[in-house]
Protein backbone atom coordinates (compact mmCIF):
# COMPACT_ATOMS: atom_id res chain seq x y z
CA UNK A 1 0.00 0.00 0.00
CA UNK A 2 1.05 3.57 -0.96
CA UNK A 3 0.38 7.23 0.44
CA UNK A 4 -0.96 8.93 -2.40
CA UNK A 5 -1.58 13.57 -1.83
CA UNK A 6 -4.05 14.42 -3.73
CA UNK A 7 -6.07 18.10 -4.95
CA UNK A 8 -9.84 17.14 -5.79
CA UNK A 9 -12.70 19.14 -6.13
CA UNK A 10 -15.75 17.41 -3.93
CA UNK A 11 -19.25 17.42 -5.29
CA UNK A 12 -20.05 20.42 -3.29
CA UNK A 13 -17.91 22.65 -5.62
CA UNK A 14 -15.71 23.20 -2.61
CA UNK A 15 -11.62 22.31 -3.05
CA UNK A 16 -10.22 20.14 -0.73
CA UNK A 17 -6.80 18.54 -0.48
CA UNK A 18 -5.40 15.33 1.75
CA UNK A 19 -3.87 11.95 1.63
CA UNK A 20 -5.36 8.72 -0.09
CA UNK A 21 -4.19 5.08 0.22
CA UNK A 22 -3.75 2.83 -2.42
CA UNK A 23 -1.98 0.11 -4.29
CA UNK A 24 -1.58 2.21 -7.25
CA UNK A 25 -1.87 5.83 -9.17
CA UNK A 26 -5.27 4.23 -11.01
CA UNK A 27 -6.96 2.72 -7.86
CA UNK A 28 -6.20 6.09 -5.90
CA UNK A 29 -7.56 8.19 -8.76
CA UNK A 30 -10.83 5.64 -9.09
CA UNK A 31 -11.67 5.61 -5.22
CA UNK A 32 -11.41 9.49 -5.39
CA UNK A 33 -13.77 9.63 -8.30
CA UNK A 34 -16.25 7.04 -7.13
CA UNK A 35 -17.02 10.08 -4.01
CA UNK A 36 -17.98 12.11 -6.88
CA UNK A 37 -14.50 14.38 -6.42
CA UNK A 38 -13.26 15.82 -9.78
CA UNK A 39 -9.19 15.09 -9.46
CA UNK A 40 -6.95 17.98 -9.99
CA UNK A 41 -3.96 16.43 -8.97
CA UNK A 42 -2.34 13.28 -7.71
CA UNK A 43 1.24 12.59 -6.56
CA UNK A 44 3.15 9.61 -4.46
CA UNK A 45 3.36 10.64 -0.84
CA UNK A 46 7.32 11.66 -0.41
CA UNK A 47 9.01 10.52 2.76
CA UNK A 48 8.97 14.34 3.91
CA UNK A 49 5.15 14.66 3.67
CA UNK A 50 4.82 11.26 6.00
CA UNK A 51 7.19 12.99 8.48
CA UNK A 52 5.35 16.15 8.52
CA UNK A 53 2.08 14.41 8.41
CA UNK A 54 3.24 12.41 11.95
CA UNK A 55 4.90 15.20 13.97
CA UNK A 56 1.63 16.98 13.71
CA UNK A 57 -0.42 14.05 14.33
CA UNK A 58 1.44 12.88 17.07
CA UNK A 59 0.60 9.87 19.23
CA UNK A 60 -3.21 8.90 19.22
CA UNK A 61 -4.36 9.26 23.06
CA UNK A 62 -7.12 7.50 24.73
CA UNK A 63 -8.81 10.95 24.36
CA UNK A 64 -8.90 10.62 20.52
CA UNK A 65 -9.75 6.96 20.30
CA UNK A 66 -13.37 7.75 22.81
CA UNK A 67 -14.24 10.25 20.24
CA UNK A 68 -13.85 7.90 17.29
CA UNK A 69 -16.13 5.28 18.77
CA UNK A 70 -18.20 7.84 20.19
CA UNK A 71 -19.23 9.40 16.41
CA UNK A 72 -18.77 5.90 14.49
CA UNK A 73 -21.47 4.65 16.94
CA UNK A 74 -23.31 7.74 15.90
CA UNK A 75 -22.84 6.92 12.49
CA UNK A 76 -24.14 3.21 12.53
CA UNK A 77 -27.17 3.94 14.61
CA UNK A 78 -27.71 6.49 11.82
CA UNK A 79 -28.21 4.15 8.63
CA UNK A 80 -24.70 4.90 7.56
CA UNK A 81 -22.56 2.40 5.92
CA UNK A 82 -19.21 1.35 8.01
CA UNK A 83 -17.55 1.99 4.47
CA UNK A 84 -19.37 5.56 4.42
CA UNK A 85 -18.78 6.10 8.18
CA UNK A 86 -15.07 5.61 7.99
CA UNK A 87 -14.50 8.02 4.98
CA UNK A 88 -15.98 10.86 6.72
CA UNK A 89 -14.41 10.37 9.95
CA UNK A 90 -11.43 9.89 8.22
CA UNK A 91 -11.78 13.52 6.86
CA UNK A 92 -13.20 14.72 10.45
CA UNK A 93 -10.40 13.33 12.83
CA UNK A 94 -8.28 16.22 13.71
CA UNK A 95 -4.70 13.26 14.91
CA UNK A 96 -3.22 13.07 11.72
CA UNK A 97 -1.96 9.75 12.52
CA UNK A 98 -5.25 8.42 13.08
CA UNK A 99 -6.73 9.91 10.05
CA UNK A 100 -4.63 7.98 8.04
CA UNK A 101 -4.71 4.57 9.92
CA UNK A 102 -9.19 5.05 8.89
CA UNK A 103 -8.14 5.71 5.79
CA UNK A 104 -5.85 2.05 5.53
CA UNK A 105 -8.61 0.41 7.13
CA UNK A 106 -11.42 1.54 4.76
CA UNK A 107 -9.27 0.35 1.88
CA UNK A 108 -8.82 -3.28 3.76
CA UNK A 109 -12.36 -3.35 3.83
CA UNK A 110 -12.79 -2.83 0.42
CA UNK A 111 -10.72 -5.58 -0.49
CA UNK A 112 -12.75 -7.88 1.37
CA UNK A 113 -11.23 -7.89 5.24
CA UNK A 114 -13.08 -7.64 7.86
CA UNK A 115 -13.08 -4.04 10.15
CA UNK A 116 -11.58 -6.40 13.28
CA UNK A 117 -8.71 -7.77 10.76
CA UNK A 118 -8.28 -4.23 8.86
CA UNK A 119 -7.82 -2.44 12.53
CA UNK A 120 -5.08 -5.22 13.70
CA UNK A 121 -3.01 -3.84 10.93
CA UNK A 122 -2.57 -0.85 12.75
CA UNK A 123 -1.47 -1.84 16.54
CA UNK A 124 0.24 1.65 17.10
CA UNK A 125 -3.17 3.46 16.78
CA UNK A 126 -6.10 0.53 17.68
CA UNK A 127 -4.91 -1.78 20.83
CA UNK A 128 -5.72 -5.67 21.18
CA UNK A 129 -8.73 -4.81 23.91
CA UNK A 130 -10.17 -2.61 20.92
CA UNK A 131 -9.69 -5.15 18.40
CA UNK A 132 -10.96 -8.13 20.40
CA UNK A 133 -14.04 -5.98 21.27
CA UNK A 134 -14.84 -5.36 17.31
CA UNK A 135 -14.19 -8.64 16.56
CA UNK A 136 -16.89 -9.98 19.37
CA UNK A 137 -19.48 -7.73 18.33
CA UNK A 138 -19.10 -8.72 14.36
CA UNK A 139 -19.52 -12.53 15.72
CA UNK A 140 -22.71 -10.80 18.11
CA UNK A 141 -24.08 -8.64 15.15
CA UNK A 142 -24.00 -6.05 17.71
CA UNK A 143 -20.99 -3.95 16.53
CA UNK A 144 -22.61 -0.63 17.82
CA UNK A 145 -23.06 -1.69 21.30
CA UNK A 146 -19.16 -3.03 20.98
CA UNK A 147 -17.80 0.69 20.12
CA UNK A 148 -20.68 2.14 22.50
CA UNK A 149 -19.01 0.49 25.03
CA UNK A 150 -15.49 1.22 23.49
CA UNK A 151 -16.28 4.97 23.87
CA UNK A 152 -16.69 4.59 27.57
CA UNK A 153 -14.10 2.97 28.27
CA UNK A 154 -11.81 5.11 26.81
CA UNK A 155 -12.92 8.01 28.25
CA UNK A 156 -12.56 6.74 31.96
CA UNK A 157 -8.74 5.74 30.37
CA UNK A 158 -8.73 9.65 29.11
CA UNK A 159 -9.65 11.01 32.32
CA UNK A 160 -7.81 8.57 34.62
CA UNK A 161 -4.46 9.45 32.57
CA UNK A 162 -5.52 12.99 32.92
CA UNK A 163 -5.78 13.06 36.38
CA UNK A 164 -2.83 10.97 37.18
CA UNK A 165 -0.82 13.69 35.10
CA UNK A 166 -1.97 16.50 37.05
CA UNK A 167 -0.51 15.23 40.01
CA UNK A 168 2.80 14.52 38.11
CA UNK A 169 2.82 17.93 36.02
CA UNK A 170 3.01 20.18 38.75
CA UNK A 171 6.17 18.93 40.93
CA UNK A 172 8.06 18.94 37.49
CA UNK A 173 7.77 21.63 36.39
CA UNK A 174 8.62 23.37 39.99
CA UNK A 175 11.63 21.09 39.91
CA UNK A 176 12.76 22.56 36.74
CA UNK A 177 11.88 25.92 37.92
CA UNK A 178 14.36 25.22 40.81
CA UNK A 179 17.22 23.42 39.08
CA UNK A 180 17.74 26.35 36.53
CA UNK A 181 17.28 29.03 39.53
CA UNK A 182 20.47 27.03 41.16
CA UNK A 183 22.26 26.70 38.22
CA UNK A 184 21.73 30.37 37.22
CA UNK A 185 22.58 31.45 40.76
CA UNK A 186 25.98 29.36 40.65
CA UNK A 187 27.07 30.27 37.48
CA UNK A 188 26.45 34.13 37.25
CA UNK A 189 25.12 35.46 40.60
CA UNK A 190 28.22 33.70 43.39
CA UNK A 191 31.50 34.16 40.85
CA UNK A 192 29.63 38.42 40.63
CA UNK A 193 30.62 37.79 44.87
CA UNK A 194 33.79 35.96 44.26
CA UNK A 195 35.96 38.74 44.29
CA UNK A 196 34.44 40.88 46.71
CA UNK A 197 34.80 37.87 49.44
CA UNK A 198 38.38 37.74 48.36
CA UNK A 199 38.82 41.72 49.23
CA UNK A 200 37.56 40.94 52.32
CA UNK A 201 40.64 39.62 53.92
CA UNK A 202 38.88 37.60 56.55
CA UNK A 203 38.06 33.95 56.61
CA UNK A 204 34.91 33.18 54.93
CA UNK A 205 32.32 30.71 56.75
CA UNK A 206 31.88 27.66 55.71
CA UNK A 207 28.70 27.76 54.36
CA UNK A 208 30.25 30.59 51.66
CA UNK A 209 33.36 28.77 50.95
CA UNK A 210 31.06 25.31 50.12
CA UNK A 211 28.85 27.09 47.74
CA UNK A 212 31.94 29.23 45.70
CA UNK A 213 33.78 25.40 45.52
CA UNK A 214 30.79 24.25 44.20
CA UNK A 215 30.13 27.19 41.82
CA UNK A 216 33.49 26.99 40.62
CA UNK A 217 32.99 23.24 40.13
CA UNK A 218 29.91 24.16 38.12
CA UNK A 219 31.83 26.55 35.80
CA UNK A 220 34.64 24.90 35.29
CA UNK A 221 33.42 21.36 34.67
CA UNK A 222 29.96 21.84 33.41
CA UNK A 223 30.35 19.50 30.42
CA UNK A 224 31.24 17.01 32.89
CA UNK A 225 28.03 17.21 34.77
CA UNK A 226 26.31 17.35 31.22
CA UNK A 227 28.03 14.05 29.93
CA UNK A 228 27.43 12.70 33.89
CA UNK A 229 23.15 13.38 33.61
CA UNK A 230 23.43 12.32 29.77
CA UNK A 231 25.17 8.77 30.44
CA UNK A 232 22.51 8.69 33.40
CA UNK A 233 19.70 8.75 31.31
CA UNK A 234 20.73 6.71 28.76
CA UNK A 235 21.65 3.80 31.19
CA UNK A 236 18.44 4.19 33.14
CA UNK A 237 16.51 3.91 30.25
CA UNK A 238 18.63 1.10 28.83
CA UNK A 239 17.74 -0.53 32.29
CA UNK A 240 14.48 -0.08 32.17
CA UNK A 241 13.57 -1.74 29.06
CA UNK A 242 15.22 -5.00 30.82
CA UNK A 243 13.57 -7.85 32.65
CA UNK A 244 14.87 -6.90 35.88
CA UNK A 245 14.84 -2.80 35.13
CA UNK A 246 10.91 -3.27 34.87
CA UNK A 247 10.83 -5.36 37.65
CA UNK A 248 12.73 -2.23 39.61
CA UNK A 249 10.76 0.03 38.55
CA UNK A 250 7.32 -1.51 39.10
CA UNK A 251 8.36 -2.27 42.34
CA UNK A 252 9.52 1.54 42.81
CA UNK A 253 6.73 3.02 41.70
CA UNK A 254 4.41 0.70 44.66
CA UNK A 255 6.28 1.85 47.45
CA UNK A 256 7.30 5.67 46.41
CA UNK A 257 6.16 7.92 49.34
CA UNK A 258 2.85 9.94 48.01
CA UNK A 259 2.55 8.42 45.38
CA UNK A 260 2.63 4.49 45.85
CA UNK A 261 -1.22 4.46 46.45
CA UNK A 262 -2.28 6.36 43.83
CA UNK A 263 -0.09 3.70 41.69
CA UNK A 264 -1.86 1.23 43.09
CA UNK A 265 -4.94 2.53 42.92
CA UNK A 266 -4.55 3.12 39.76
CA UNK A 267 -3.41 -0.27 38.16
CA UNK A 268 -6.55 -1.52 40.03
CA UNK A 269 -8.90 0.63 37.79
CA UNK A 270 -7.25 -0.10 35.20
CA UNK A 271 -7.36 -3.75 35.58
CA UNK A 272 -11.15 -4.10 36.77
CA UNK A 273 -11.89 -1.42 33.73
CA UNK A 274 -10.26 -3.60 31.07
CA UNK A 275 -11.26 -6.65 32.23
CA UNK A 276 -15.17 -5.82 32.37
CA UNK A 277 -15.06 -4.55 29.25
CA UNK A 278 -13.67 -7.47 27.71
CA UNK A 279 -15.90 -9.90 29.63
CA UNK A 280 -19.10 -7.89 28.65
CA UNK A 281 -17.85 -8.27 24.96
CA UNK A 282 -17.59 -12.21 25.43
CA UNK A 283 -14.87 -12.70 25.28
CA UNK A 284 -12.88 -16.12 26.69
CA UNK A 285 -11.23 -15.12 30.11
CA UNK A 286 -8.40 -16.42 29.58
CA UNK A 287 -7.75 -14.28 26.31
CA UNK A 288 -9.30 -11.31 27.89
CA UNK A 289 -7.14 -11.58 30.88
CA UNK A 290 -3.81 -11.52 28.28
CA UNK A 291 -5.29 -8.50 26.51
CA UNK A 292 -5.43 -7.00 30.40
CA UNK A 293 -2.55 -7.90 30.87
CA UNK A 294 -0.80 -6.08 28.22
CA UNK A 295 -2.49 -3.09 28.68
CA UNK A 296 -0.85 -2.75 32.73
CA UNK A 297 2.10 -0.30 32.67
CA UNK A 298 3.48 -2.12 35.78
CA UNK A 299 5.70 -4.82 35.15
CA UNK A 300 4.74 -6.32 38.31
CA UNK A 301 1.11 -6.08 37.63
CA UNK A 302 1.70 -7.68 34.17
CA UNK A 303 3.47 -10.95 35.17
CA UNK A 304 0.80 -11.44 37.79
CA UNK A 305 -2.31 -11.28 35.09
CA UNK A 306 -0.66 -13.31 32.88
CA UNK A 307 0.66 -15.71 35.80
CA UNK A 308 -3.48 -15.78 37.03
CA UNK A 309 -4.22 -16.28 33.56
CA UNK A 310 -2.16 -19.53 33.44
CA UNK A 311 -4.03 -20.39 36.32
CA UNK A 312 -7.44 -20.28 35.41
CA UNK A 313 -6.74 -22.21 31.94
CA UNK A 314 -6.09 -25.07 34.49
CA UNK A 315 -9.45 -24.62 36.11
CA UNK A 316 -8.43 -22.23 39.39
CA UNK A 317 -10.89 -19.00 39.63
CA UNK A 318 -9.40 -15.47 39.14
CA UNK A 319 -10.39 -14.38 42.68
CA UNK A 320 -6.93 -17.27 43.86
CA UNK A 321 -4.29 -15.92 41.74
CA UNK A 322 -5.20 -12.21 42.29
CA UNK A 323 -5.61 -12.81 45.93
CA UNK A 324 -1.99 -15.01 45.96
CA UNK A 325 -0.18 -12.26 44.08
CA UNK A 326 -0.66 -9.65 46.93
CA UNK A 327 -0.52 -6.65 44.64
CA UNK A 328 -4.13 -5.26 44.78
CA UNK A 329 -6.00 -4.04 47.40
CA UNK A 330 -8.38 -6.48 49.46
CA UNK A 331 -11.20 -4.81 47.37
CA UNK A 332 -10.69 -5.77 44.68
CA UNK A 333 -9.87 -9.72 45.19
CA UNK A 334 -13.33 -9.38 47.37
CA UNK A 335 -15.45 -8.11 44.53
CA UNK A 336 -13.48 -10.31 41.49
CA UNK A 337 -14.37 -13.69 44.21
CA UNK A 338 -18.08 -12.07 44.64
CA UNK A 339 -18.42 -11.76 40.95
CA UNK A 340 -17.57 -15.17 40.20
CA UNK A 341 -19.62 -16.69 43.18
CA UNK A 342 -22.76 -14.67 41.74
CA UNK A 343 -22.41 -15.23 38.07
CA UNK A 344 -22.06 -11.61 37.50
CA UNK A 345 -18.08 -10.96 37.38
CA UNK A 346 -18.56 -8.22 34.44
CA UNK A 347 -21.05 -6.49 36.92
CA UNK A 348 -18.75 -6.38 39.75
CA UNK A 349 -15.60 -5.41 38.07
CA UNK A 350 -17.89 -2.45 36.29
CA UNK A 351 -18.67 -1.51 40.26
CA UNK A 352 -14.90 -1.89 41.15
CA UNK A 353 -13.74 0.47 38.50
CA UNK A 354 -15.66 3.05 39.32
CA UNK A 355 -14.92 2.73 42.61
CA UNK A 356 -11.28 3.06 42.20
CA UNK A 357 -12.21 5.86 39.71
CA UNK A 358 -13.23 7.98 42.82
CA UNK A 359 -10.52 6.61 44.69
CA UNK A 360 -7.67 7.77 42.15
CA UNK A 361 -9.26 11.10 42.04
CA UNK A 362 -8.76 11.46 46.21
CA UNK A 363 -5.81 10.31 46.27
CA UNK A 364 -4.61 12.56 43.27
CA UNK A 365 -5.84 15.54 45.46
CA UNK A 366 -4.20 14.43 48.67
CA UNK A 367 -0.94 14.03 46.48
CA UNK A 368 -1.26 17.95 45.30
CA UNK A 369 -2.09 18.59 49.04
CA UNK A 370 0.72 17.17 50.19
CA UNK A 371 3.79 17.67 47.36
CA UNK A 372 2.84 21.70 47.43
CA UNK A 373 4.08 22.53 50.96
CA UNK A 374 7.00 19.96 50.62
CA UNK A 375 8.57 21.42 47.69
CA UNK A 376 8.00 24.75 49.21
CA UNK A 377 10.02 24.26 51.77
CA UNK A 378 12.68 22.24 49.76
CA UNK A 379 12.88 25.78 47.79
CA UNK A 380 13.12 27.89 50.93
CA UNK A 381 15.63 25.54 52.19
CA UNK A 382 17.70 25.93 48.55
CA UNK A 383 17.30 29.75 48.37
CA UNK A 384 17.88 30.27 52.18
CA UNK A 385 21.28 28.40 52.07
CA UNK A 386 22.54 30.35 48.94
CA UNK A 387 21.03 33.70 50.41
CA UNK A 388 23.57 32.94 53.60
CA UNK A 389 26.18 32.08 51.60
CA UNK A 390 26.51 35.36 50.27
CA UNK A 391 25.67 37.32 53.44
CA UNK A 392 27.68 35.28 55.87
CA UNK A 393 30.68 37.04 54.96
CA UNK A 394 28.95 40.86 54.56
CA UNK A 395 27.80 40.36 58.49
CA UNK A 396 31.28 38.49 59.74
CA UNK A 397 32.76 42.01 58.36
CA UNK A 398 30.24 43.83 59.82
CA UNK A 399 30.94 42.17 63.34
CA UNK A 400 34.91 42.71 63.03
CA UNK A 401 34.20 46.68 61.53
CA UNK A 402 32.72 46.93 64.81
CA UNK A 403 35.11 45.10 67.26
CA UNK A 404 37.50 48.28 65.83
Known amino acids: ?89 SDQTENKTMAKAIKGVHAEIQKGETLSDSLKKYPNVFPDIMVSMVAAGEASGKIDIAFERMSAHFEKSAKLNGMIKKAAVYPIIV ?38 AMSNFVTGYWYIIVAVVAIAVIAIKAYKKTNSGQIFFGTLARKLP ?12 NYARTLSTLVYSGLPMIEALGITAN ?41 TRIGEETGDLEGMLTR ?38 VMAPMLTMYQAMDTL
Not at 194 to 205: A, C, V
Not at 298 to 323: C, D, F, H, M, Q
Request: aromatic share 6%; net charge neutral.
Open 1 to 89: MADWTYQVIDPNGKEKKGNIVAETELEAKNKLKLEGNMVISLTKATALTKEISFSIGGKVKPRDLSVFCRQFTSMINAGVTILDTLDML
Open 175 to 212: VIVAIAVVIVMLVKVIPSYSDMFNDLGTELPGITKAVL
Open 258 to 269: VFGKLNIKTAAS
Open 295 to 335: TMKNALYRNALNKAREEVSKGVPLSEPITACGLFPPMVSHM
Open 352 to 389: LADYYDEEVEMATQTVMAAIEPMIILVLAAIVGVLVAA
